[in-house]
Every structure is written in C-alpha cells, then in structure tokens.
C-alpha cells in the first residue's frame, strides 16, 4: 500500500530555514502530485503547495512564494519542502500529501505522512 | 486566497444526522466539482472521506456523504456515531491552481 513517511521533528532559530522529507513507497512516485498541508498548533489545515516529480512543475500559496522551495528526488522516491526565513509563525506539524490520480493537481489528498513538526524558537 | 467558511462547532446525539457546510466563491467552490472533505481526529493525519464533492473512497462508510450547490458544499454524517467525533475540514481546488482549506468544523458527539 501506498506510504509516506517523513523525517523527525526539528527545532529551529528565527530566521533559519528547515527542511522536511517525505520518502514514498508503494506506489509511482515521479508521476503523482506531492503537497504540503501544515497545521499550526490548535488551528486548521493550510496547503502550502505541491510538486509533480516527473514535470517539474510547482504550485505555492500567494502567502508563502519566496519562502518555500518544493523538490523531489526521483532516484529516493523523496519530496522535500524547504522554508525560509522562520519565524514563531511558522511553528506547525508540516504533511505531506498525494493523490491517485497522476499528473494532475487537482488530485484529493488520500495519503497522507506522520507529520513533521516544527518548532521554532 | 481567504479559506473557505465553516462552522466552528457542531454537534449531535448517536444516530442522529448532522450536515456540516462549506461556503466559498466563484473562484473556488462554484467554479469546480474539486471538493473534497477530510476528518481529522486528535494528534492524526487527516484522512479524506469525500472527494469531487460526492465520492467516497474505498473503505469509508457510507454514513458519509457529500453534495454541493453554487458556492456551498455540504457534508452530511448520519447515524452519527461516538468516533465520528473529530474536525472536518473541507477544501476546493481554485482558479488560481492552489487548493484552498476551510477553517474547519468540531463535531461533538453528545
């Protein structure tokens, strides 16, 4: 079966930048849409953007473009999300997220990682 | 992109039915049948119950089901149960190619 597993829980500085990996086994990694949804602590769900492998091709959140980087390794089956620029703000549990259907964005989110959670401080 | 809007709170007796709506714009809800919605219980993953407004993936209960009409989305639970107790939230595709969140919806089961 499909799964998603991310690296482990950081700690970080303002200011600094983290980077979160969600490694995919069960199914075709390049050609299936990656997102990122975080969760402040106590708030809702915000989608941060996604990456599909095989195309290259980015989407991001107005509020967040400049900020965060989406790559992907094809070779590790390996999406990584970076963010920069820290702030108190950005303290959350980081997902990562994909879809059956390939090539396309527009892919509900049936899988889901652990989450990752980011403190900064 | 402002988030969809939910209710806070909901909440009902075991096997009541409870419908939890999702108000957005022409540049999201109207404009696409990309809806979906997703429980949440506590400190888990969320898990995707309805997807292009009505569809449920294999293996969720068809106690739930979707609908949608202009620019609102619904989510009807029946025959609430005690774990049906979680958040909710639901999302829609948009005509900026992002996906946008509601606030989300705390079901309580009394």
């Known amino acids: 079966q499909v799964q998603l597993v991310q690296s482990g829980a950081e700690v970080k500085k303002p200011g600094s930048s983290v980077k979160v990996s969600c490694k995919t086994s069960?199914?075709?990694?390049?050609?299936?849409?990656i997102n990122w949804v975080r969760q402040a602590p106590g708030q809702g769900l915000e989608w941060m953007g996604g990456?599909?492998?095989?195309?290259?091709?980015?989407n991001y959140a107005q509020n967040l473009r400049g900020r965060v980087t989406f790559t992907a390794d094809e070779s590790t089956s390996t999406a990584y999300m970076e963010l920069s620029s820290l702030g108190s703000e950005d303290t959350a549990v980081y997902y990562c997220?994909?879809?059956?259907?390939?090539?396309?964005?527009?892919?509900?989110?049936?899988?889901w990682g652990q989450g990752t959670l980011v403190t900064v401080s | 992109q402002s988030a969809l809007t939910q209710s806070a709170s909901m909440s009902g007796s075991p096997g009541q039915s409870i419908t939890i709506s999702c108000t957005g714009t022409?540049?999201?809800?109207?404009?696409?049948?990309?809806v979906s919605w997703y429980q949440q219980h506590p400190g888990k993953a969320p898990k995707l119950i309805i997807y292009?407004?009505?569809d449920r993936p294999s293996g969720v209960s068809s106690r739930f089901s979707g609908s949608k009409s202009g620019d609102t989305a619904s989510l009807t639970i029946s025959r609430l149960q005690v774990e049906d107790e979680a958040d909710y939230y639901c999302?829609?595709?948009?005509?900026?190619?992002?996906?946008?969140f509601g606030g989300g919806t705390k079901v309580s089961v009394l």
């Open positions: 997220a994909r879809g059956d259907e390939m090539a396309t964005i527009t892919s509900s989110f049936k899988y």
């Open positions: 069960g199914a075709t990694f390049s050609t299936h849409a």
């Open positions: 990456v599909i492998p095989m195309f290259g091709k980015r």
């Open positions: 022409s540049s999201d809800l109207h404009g696409f049948n990309f």
């Open positions: 292009e407004v009505t």
């Open positions: 999302t829609s595709y948009t005509t900026n190619s992002t996906w946008v």
